[in-house]
């Protein structure tokens, strides 16, 4: 399943953000059972209006919105590497993380102490980023010391995974991501298994004050600007705005935002769930049927029998083959019948990298 943890210094938003998705996902998950949710695990729904055309075209009994889990993952503090405040456990949670949402406290409260006792973004993105590297490097070092002696046994290590840990020590070093550091495709192949932190995709969520929503504040453009230089994005939101509008009525919460100068469809949380899914290289493929219509997550260009995982790993064990139609196609079809009568089902093998909106039926042995 993927997962996206929720990162940041103490006092930044971080449990209140939270808090809102979670609250968020359970009242959209209302439809639906979900299996045992843990306590520091939120789902969210992903809005698709795809999903109800599918449900028509196969009288689908039920339907089932792709979702995000968002981990809250507190306690990130200077030191983490080291240990310090809980630090390695803390780093394990976002080692098994697929991407980041780092939040970054944009919003000025004298009520609400400051873990290094004044609002600075750049210098809390720097704290957490330097954790982060120094995890990563002490990493890459033992690995690329046990390849080094190793040597005499060199089926375990290729030269493609040998030159990136190279890299990837010396931009490490400087307090470069690994995410920035320009690798081959093999070479990225092999350093996957070592989980690295810097290499997740992030996204910068700037938790503003309910007056700044609207229009930004200077915090907000200093964390755009650093973004921008390393290609990340920026999400404005207020988590105190998303847990407000928790307890209001559907109706009120309209003119809540309104009077704030926002709308319902972009105020932070939305977009926040809309850039985790699309920005963090995620994509949607469905599996539709009477009993069920339903989305599935997976990472952009995953093959066949590793989307079919997603839903048991005994589907990828067991791949034979996925009978696939694009979303569109069936949707412009009108049935399963058409569709097949023109053409437009197709039966994939084990290397085809899924596409956006297929919708598939895999074949597989137990
Ligand atoms: P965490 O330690 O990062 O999880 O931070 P919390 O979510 O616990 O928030 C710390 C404090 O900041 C709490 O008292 C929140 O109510 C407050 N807080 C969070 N977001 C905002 C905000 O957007 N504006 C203001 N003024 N306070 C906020």
């Known amino acids: 399943k993927l997962q996206t943890g929720i990162v940041g210094l103490p006092n930044v938003g971080k449990s209140t953000l939270f808090n809102a998705i979670v609250e968020n996902g359970n009242a959209q998950a209302a439809n639906f059972p979900f299996c045992t949710i843990e306590p520091n695990v939120g789902v969210v729904a992903v809005p698709d209006p795809r999903l ?26 200077e030191g983490a590497s080291k240990g310090e405040g809980l630090g390695n456990k803390f780093l394990q949670n976002i080692r098994e993380c697929d991407a980041i949402v780092h939040v970054v406290r944009c919003f000025e409260d004298e009520n609400v102490i400051h873990v290094s006792g004044s609002v600075d973004p750049l210098r809390d993105i720097e704290v957490i980023n330097l954790e982060l590297a120094l995890a990563d490097y002490a990493q890459v070092e033992k690995r690329l010391d046990k390849a080094r002696k190793g040597r005499a046994k060199p089926a375990d290590y290729s030269q493609d995974e040998v030159n990136a840990l190279e890299k990837l020590l010396k931009a490490l070093d400087e307090a470069i991501p690994a995410r920035l550091v320009e690798l081959t495709e093999e070479e990225l192949e092999k350093i996957k298994p070592l989980g690295l932190l810097t290499l997740k995709p992030v996204i910068f969520a700037a938790n503003v004050s309910d007056s700044d929503l609207a229009e930004g504040n200077e915090f907000v453009e200093r964390v755009r600007a650093f973004a921008t230089k390393e290609g990340s994005s920026v999400v404005v939101v207020s988590a105190q705005v998303e847990a407000e509008l928790i307890s209001l009525e559907p109706e009120e919460r309209a003119e809540f935002l309104e009077a704030l100068g926002v709308t319902e469809a972009n105020s932070g949380l939305r977009n926040l769930i809309r850039a985790a899914y699309e920005l963090l290289q995620l994509q949607t493929y469905f599996t539709s049927g009477p009993t069920e219509t339903r989305a599935w997550t997976i990472r952009r260009g995953m093959k066949a029998p590793q989307a079919a995982g997603v839903i048991h790993s005994d589907f990828e064990r067991g791949f034979i083959r996925a009978e696939t139609i694009g979303c569109e196609d069936l949707i412009a079809a009108g049935s399963e019948k058409d569709a097949k009568e023109k053409g437009l089902l197709r039966s994939e093998g084990k290397d085809y990298v899924v596409r956006e909106g297929d919708v598939m039926l895999f074949r597989f042995n137990v």
Do not use: Y
């Not at 028509?56 to 306690?75: E, H, M």
């Open 52 to 77: 109800e055309k599918l449900k028509l075209i196969n009288k689908s009994v039920k339907v089932t919105p792709a979702v995000i889990d968002f981990v809250d993952i507190a306690g990130l503090v």
